[in-house]
């Protein structure tokens, strides 16, 4: 079983940064990606980005060169950074980690941006 605790979110005006944090916990050797996931009201799940077991980055084309995702194994926790934030950028930002037998899921964390 994996643990996932997101943070970070909150209330920012257009054109702030956020940090989020998404702390795993459990067995966490079983992880082999990780990843940041949004929903917007009223629209599906998208990938934010994602990092492979290899360390290799994977961001949503819209979101290249605002976010930056990373790990630090030592604090077990998976980051996200996020710059030049719009109002188009509200919603829930959910943490995920895949194993060989599934995906597990944090609890997400809402990011509201205002004009």
């Known amino acids: 079983q994996v643990q996932l605790v997101e943070s970070g979110g909150g209330l920012v005006q257009a054109g702030g940064s956020l940090r989020l944090s998404c702390v795993a916990s459990?067995?966490?050797?079983?992880?082999?990606?990780m990843g940041w996931y949004r929903q917007a009201p009223g629209k599906p799940r998208e990938l934010v980005a994602r990092?492979?077991?290899?360390?290799?980055?994977d961001y949503a084309d819209s979101l290249k060169g605002r976010v930056k995702i990373s790990k630090d194994w030592t604090k077990t926790t998976l980051s996200l950074q996020i710059d030049n934030l719009q109002p188009e950028d509200t919603g829930v930002y959910s943490c995920?980690?895949?194993?060989?037998?599934?995906?597990?899921w944090g609890r997400g964390t809402r990011v509201t941006v205002s004009f």
């Open positions: 995920a980690a895949e194993t060989q037998d599934r995906e597990y």
């Open positions: 459990g067995y966490i050797l079983s992880i082999t990606g």
């Open positions: 990092l492979a077991d290899g360390g290799i980055a």
